[in-house]
């Protein structure tokens, strides 16, 4: 079963302006990761924290990770419209033989 | 190009058919993983090899769905007798070591008439 879950499920928003997406995840975790994907393509790794870790940068990404709230965030800043995607957080299961995505942000940048 | 490969890009098939799915990952990839997106949803964990074997094999939706590595690099997906619900893209996923990113494929449409 999927264990991550994001929101919002869509945000749409002016070039220039910041987005914010969150992750919600339920069993305990060796890492977080975020991904994209555009349309009809396979997903793109953008960032991964570690569960000692607690804020990681990678140009203009933040995420953030709590888990104490099995949460995460990731900020884009300035975003532009080639950000347009759709935004997925992964978690491993407790074994690390399974792995969750959620159900996805799906982003849309506006010129 | 060095990058996941999967084939064929696209499949269209009768209900009751079978049909198998290949995935070539990058070449040094210990891990190798098998997801299905159905459309506008999220990525459903199949099945997870490191090396030739599945630790795990509980993600599969059902005995209908099997899948082999040889040679710690091809990785199969096979689908026996297909349902219409079985229409998805199906993604895979390579990575060295396991925990580090993943590398994805494009996926295979597989659409079940």
């Known amino acids: 079963s999927q264990q991550g879950e994001e929101d919002p499920q869509a945000l749409s928003i002016q070039e220039g302006e910041n987005a914010t997406m969150n992750c919600s995840y339920k069993?305990?975790?060796?890492?977080l990761q975020w991904y994209r994907q555009n349309s009809g393509r396979g997903l793109v790794h953008l960032i991964l924290?570690?569960?000692?870790?607690r804020e990681k940068h990678s140009g203009r990404l933040r995420v953030t990770l709590d888990t104490s709230k099995k949460s995460s965030s990731l900020l884009i800043t300035a975003s532009r419209a080639a950000d347009t995607a759709s935004y997925f957080c992964?978690?491993?299961?407790?074994?690390?033989?399974?792995?969750?995505f959620g159900t996805g942000t799906s982003l849309t940048v506006i010129p | 190009g060095a990058g996941v490969s999967q084939s064929p890009s696209n499949k269209v098939t009768e209900k009751g058919k079978d049909v198998e799915l290949r995935c070539d990952p990058i070449?040094?990839?210990?891990?190798l993983y098998w997801y299905r997106q159905s459309l506008g949803q999220g990525l459903e964990f199949l099945i997870y090899?490191?090396?030739?074997?599945?630790?795990?094999k509980s993600g599969l939706p059902s005995d209908r769905f099997s899948a082999e590595r040889t040679g710690g690099s091809v990785s199969t997906l096979t689908i026996q007798r297909t349902q219409q619900e079985d229409s998805a893209v199906y993604l895979c996923?390579?990575?060295?070591?396991?925990?580090?990113?993943?590398?994805f494929g494009d996926g295979t449409r597989l659409s079940i008439l």
């Open positions: 996923a390579s990575s060295f070591p396991h925990y580090q990113p993943q590398h």
């Open positions: 069993t305990s975790i060796n890492n």
């Open positions: 924290i570690r569960s000692n870790e």
């Open positions: 992964a978690t491993d299961s407790n074994t690390g033989n399974q792995f969750y």
């Open positions: 070449s040094g990839h210990t891990a």
């Open positions: 090899f490191q090396g030739n074997s599945a630790p795990d």
